[in-house]
């Protein structure tokens, strides 16, 4: 397939994204049209729809944003990281950790901020855990030995969240817990757009400024060090770096899936694999995609569709295209 030039492709999806966030104003099930939405951004005109627009839909539209891109740029890392195009933000145990922690916050009663402070702490503390347990295992193929790890601890934390929603009232904490494990930006306030803004900005800011030396991570091990690359502290870097991100937005959002692993490759097609391509793309397909997604999920039907199924419906058949095309992994 044919690469498409990265100043016209990013254009274009900035374009897109615009477009799509000004009709998001617009759609739900307080009808707004454009010319009402736009000024009650700053204020003015009916307070019923200055509330809609600044308290309910501005707060989804950034979360969307931020959410998709964070999860898609995390994606994008990992995949050039551990050298696989199937590694996705969750590979470590961050989403599994995130949602134990956020399980656990639902199931002792806690306040959505000591809920999202587990999730953070959740996904922050897998990983650090997936870390130690790699160091501690002598073994040649660090980058295999932490995917195992992070598989396992991810199945252990899935165990126990499991055993939580066993345990939790069916009539109050179930439901809850289920709905969050699912996805949903239906609860976003402009406070945590605040709060997970600048990690997300920063995280994917120093990820494109170690772009050129990320991409030598791509290359075996010992070749990398031969150019001059630290590779260790590299990598180190990068799983900190999107862990921090991955867990900052799902504290938010709850676990959505699919992202971090289809959006690179959708990414990948358009520009190729080079990261200081690659990275811009993802950040800006992934916003763009949840956006159409968490839209959709608030705009049709009576009730709200979790975003955890709507990216699976789409993400689980594009991506089974891909592998019926390439009759194989999606490289």
Not at 23 to 47: D, I, Q
Not at 112 to 138: D, E, R, S
Not at 201 to 212: E, F, I, Q, S, T
């Amino acid at each position: 397939m044919p690469r498409i030039a990265l100043p016209f492709c990013l254009l274009l999806l900035l374009l897109a994204l615009l477009g799509v966030a000004a009709m998001s104003l617009t759609l739900g099930a307080y009808p707004v049209n454009l010319e009402e939405s736009l000024p009650a951004l700053f204020g003015e005109g009916e307070a019923m729809t200055v509330q809609v627009i600044q308290d309910i839909r501005l707060p989804r539209i950034l979360g969307a944003i931020l959410v998709g891109a964070a999860l898609a740029a995390a994606g994008a890392a990992y995949q050039l990281l551990f050298r696989n195009p199937l590694v996705s933000p969750d590979i470590l145990g961050v989403s599994a950790g995130a949602g134990l922690g956020a399980v656990l916050g639902l199931f002792f009663s806690l306040p959505m901020l000591g809920v999202q402070g587990l999730a953070f702490a959740g996904g922050v503390a897998a990983v650090l855990l997936v870390i130690a347990l790699g160091k501690a295992m002598q073994h040649a193929d660090r980058t295999l030995v932490l995917v195992l790890t992070g598989v396992v601890l991810g199945a252990l934390a899935g165990a126990v969240t499991s055993l939580l929603k066993i345990l939790a009232d069916p009539y109050d904490q179930l439901p809850a817990i289920t709905f969050w494990l699912l996805g949903s930006l239906s609860g976003v306030t402009m406070l945590e757009i605040f709060a997970i803004a600048p990690v997300v900005v920063l995280a994917c800011g120093v990820l494109y400024l170690l772009r050129w030396r990320l991409n030598v991570l791509s290359l075996p091990e010992h070749e990398a060090q031969a150019l001059g690359v630290p590779v260790k502290p590299l990598r180190i870097t990068v799983i900190a770096l999107a862990t921090v991100m991955t867990s900052a937005v799902v504290a938010v959002s709850g676990v959505i899936g699919w992202i971090g692993l289809l959006i690179p490759h959708a990414a990948r097609l358009l520009v190729g694999p080079s990261l200081a391509r690659l990275l811009p793309t993802s950040i800006l397909m992934g916003a763009l995609f949840l956006l159409l997604v968490d839209t959709a999920s608030r705009s049709y039907g009576d009730i709200e569709v979790p975003l955890g199924i709507l990216t699976a419906l789409v993400g689980a058949p594009f991506f089974l295209g891909l592998l019926l095309k390439k009759r194989g992994v999606p490289e």
